[in-house]
T-cell receptor
Framework: DTAVSQTPKYLVTQMGNDKSIKCEQNLGHDTMYWYKQDSKKFLKIMFSYNNKELIINETVPNRFSPKSPDKAHLNLHINSLELGDSAVYFC????WGQGNEQFFGPGTRLTVL | GENVEQHPSTLSVQEGDSAVIKCTYSDSASNYFPWYKQELGKRPQLIIDIRSNVGEKKDQRIAVTLNKTAKHFSLHITETQPEDSAVYFCAASGDTDKLIFGTGTRLQVFP
C-alpha cells in the first residue's frame, strides 16, 4: 500500500554512464515532481508534471530528461553522469493546484564514481 | 527570484524545552507555507502547514505563526522529545504548486 515508490533505492555508477530512476504513485494524484537533495541537505525542485504535461523545468542540465508515460508514473533519465550529480533524488506527488500537500517517495541515493 | 531563508541551521535543546525555527520569504505572492520533517535517511513528511489568510495554526505540540507584512513564518515545538530530532524544512509557494524550500534546520533533542 506504498503511496509513492521509487526504484532503485541505491544507484552506484561510473562517470559518463546513463541511468534511469522510476517513480510511481497510487494516490490518484495528477501532479508529480522530481527534487534533488545534495550533501548539504538542500532540497530543490527540478521538474513537475501535471497529467503528463511538463509544468516546471528549473535550471537543470539537459542531460536530465523526465518522462511521464501516464499521470501515475514519472521517470528520470540522466545521460553522461557527472560527479556533481551525486545526490538523493526524491519523487513527490500531489493534487494539482496551489496549497496541496506533496507526498514524497523514499528517495534514490545516486553515487557517481 | 524566489528565496526562502531559514534559521538556525542547527538547534540543540534539552528534552522538555521549546524549539523555534524561523523562515523569511522573498516573494510577496506566496500564500502557502508548509513545514516538513525529515528523519535521518527518510523522506520529508509534512507536519503542519498554514495559508496566508490565517495568522496561527496549532496541532498538539506543534504550532506555526505567519506574519505576512514582515514576510516571515515560524515553527514552534513545545515539550520537545528525543523523537523530534530531525531536519526541519520550511517552504513557500505562490500561485503555482512550486515549493521553494528553506535550507533546513537540524534539531537535536537531548534526553
Amino acid at each position: 500500500d506504498t503511496a509513492v515508490s521509487q526504484t532503485p533505492k541505491y544507484l552506484v555508477t561510473q562517470m559518463g554512464n546513463d541511468k534511469s530512476i522510476k517513480c510511481e504513485q497510487n494516490l490518484g494524484h495528477d501532479t508529480m515532481y522530481w527534487y534533488k537533495q545534495d550533501s548539504k541537505k538542500f532540497l530543490k525542485i527540478m521538474f513537475s508534471y501535471n497529467n503528463k504535461e511538463l509544468i516546471i523545468n528549473e535550471t537543470v542540465p539537459n542531460r536530465f530528461s523526465p518522462k511521464s508515460p501516464d499521470k501515475a508514473h514519472l521517470n528520470l533519465h540522466i545521460n553522461s553522469l557527472e560527479l556533481g550529480d551525486s545526490a538523493v533524488y526524491f519523487c513527490a506527488s500531489s493534487q494539482w493546484g496551489q496549497g496541496n500537500e506533496q507526498f514524497f517517495g523514499p528517495g534514490t541515493r545516486l553515487t557517481v564514481l | 527570484g524566489e528565496n526562502v531563508e531559514q534559521h538556525p541551521s542547527t538547534l540543540s535543546v534539552q528534552e522538555g524545552d521549546s524549539a523555534v525555527i524561523k523562515c523569511t520569504y522573498s516573494d510577496s505572492a506566496s500564500n502557502y507555507f508548509p513545514w516538513y520533517k525529515q528523519e535521518l535517511g527518510k523522506r520529508p513528511q509534512l507536519i503542519i502547514d498554514i495559508r496566508s489568510n490565517v495568522g496561527e495554526k496549532k496541532d498538539q505540540r506543534i504550532a506555526v505563526t505567519l506574519n505576512k507584512t514582515a514576510k516571515h513564518f515560524s515553527l514552534h515545538i513545545t515539550e520537545t522529545q528525543p523523537e523530534d530530532s530531525a531536519v526541519y524544512f520550511c517552504a513557500a509557494s505562490g500561485d503555482t504548486d512550486k515549493l521553494i524550500f528553506g535550507t533546513g534546520t537540524r534539531l537535536q533533542v537531548f534526553p
